[in-house]
């Protein structure tokens, strides 16, 4: 490493340390464990400071950051898993014996003697780690291909196809006629009118048929097929744009938060 | 016995699946149940498989003294860390020895993999694994400040635990996607200039939709921005994702049929 690489990592050190004190000594007031909570907020705030550091270009500061989120999150993870799906779930359903040993509470008919075979099934996969015997893990692995295979067929068939072709026929010319007044009546876009009801159903019919011309490629778009392929890219268009404002303003949000954080909970600068 | 076996547990299960939904009986949906639960519980042994797997590739990276093989320090740190935390809880409110026992523990590993890594001078790097790693046996037994959990789920209430997910690993995730912000505004820059009718759509709704909760507007525009701005979201922005979802269920369909049906099985891998 250069010179100025040591030189950057003292100088950072030392204004971690700084920060650190200096926090551990504000909430020294407010909490017993104020050493630990000022260390805490003091990395997150330079977990915070290095991920931003990217923008810049990647970094010793940011690489630190996504190696040290890897190891933390794998492992948030396992014990999430250990706890709650193997502890809480499964062992009330294998015996008794084990539920009191787990101190885990049975309820009356958890016990259930098939949940034998999903273990069998795990230790199989384990098998993987085996030199020899790593093809026996392609059996619960099929297992799970096979099963969830199965559940997408019928689930997306029913809610990405049949629910959404259903939901498209819509009554494109009102429900009932209630006199021309009424029909006029509340021509705000937000508003439930019979017009702009009709007009927003007109709208999603159209839509959805043309959106599904444009992504028909066995046919030459042209002619009245061209034209409906044209609104259908219009209305995609405007669908890419909707989507991608709204994902900014997710990411602006979330920006937001942690600015917040850098300068209510870290600075203090904001209350 | 190798590929047959697999490939018929695929066809079973995956037969089944399809067939239980259109079979409206209490067995049938017992059945469904169980097979849920049972992904579930094998899932949990596939993450630890993962977590098997993630360590012995860092510490390889250690060993080899691959390009930036320090940063795969930090995933082990961060990696251990949280297991320990995921598995140990304070008995009150003092910490006692604890944090000087994640250390020993932390030093220990570094010193195991270090043994493992050089090639002479093994024996100290060995002595001080066992010297680290008698501290941490040592203040295990007598730190009666806090104790193992492999039974209750006490680990979950652990501060530490609950500190790394607040102030490691949420900062690091929100960040990162927040980064995202910045990197959609400069492909923005580029992608929304108004070069002809469609670019001007994707410009003209992206906008209405980021701004329709921008405070300086609202004087000029009221709530019309955001009227129309739900409009957009509502109505061609549904049609559109209509027509997307459509293919995409298609396409999760066909993809499951071919994988229940054995001609997609590059689950299996080779051999």
Known sequence: MKKTTYLLMAVISALFVLSWILKAGSLSGETDNY???????????????????????????????????????????????????????????????????????????????????????????????????????????????????????VRYLRSDFIKQISNTFVPLLGTE???????????????????????????????????????????????????????????????????????????????????TFLFRDWLEIIS | MKRQIPLMLVLVFGMFLIFQYFIPHETSEKAYEFLLDWITIIGIFAMALAIWSLFRVTVAKVRTRKENWGYSIFTLVGLFSMMIFGWTAPNGEGWGWYFIFVLSVLMAIGMLVQTMSVKSGRGLWAGLMFVFLIIAVLIGIFDNAWSFHFMSAEPLENPMFRSFFDFVLMPILATTFSLLAFFIASAAYRAFRARNLLATLLLVSALIVMLRFNPYLTPIFGDYMARTSNWLMNVPNLAAQRAIVMGVGLGIVATALKVILGIERGYMGKG
């Open chain 1, 35 to 153: 050493v630990i909570q000022g260390f805490l907020i003091t990395f997150s705030a330079f977990l915070t400071l290095s991920v931003l550091s990217f923008l810049y270009a990647d970094n010793p500061l940011y690489k630190f950051a996504e190696h040290l989120f890897v190891g933390v999150s794998a492992a948030f993870w396992m014990c999430m898993g250990f706890w709650t799906t193997i502890v809480q779930n499964l062992i009330p359903r294998l015996s008794d014996g084990l539920s009191s040993f787990f101190e885990v509470p049975p309820q009356p008919g958890d016990y259930n003697f098939f949940f034998f075979i999903p273990v069998i099934l795990g230790i199989l996969l384990l098998m993987r780690l085996s030199p020899k015997g790593g093809w026996i893990s392609r059996w619960p692995l099929a297992f799970i291909i096979g099963t969830t295979a199965g559940l997408n067929f």
């Open chain 1, 177 to 259: 006629w209630q006199g021309i007044g009424h029909f006029f009546s509340n021509l705000d876009l937000s508003a439930s009118g019979q017009l702009v009801t009709m007009a927003a159903n007109w709208v999603i019919f159209l839509g959805v048929f043309c959106g599904l011309i444009y992504f028909y490629f066995s046919k030459e778009h042209k002619g009245a097929f061209g034209a409906a392929s044209k609104v259908g890219i219009w209305v995609l268009m405007l669908t890419f744009g909707a989507s991608f404002g709204y994902t900014v303003m997710g990411r602006i949000s979330l920006l937001v938060g942690r600015i």
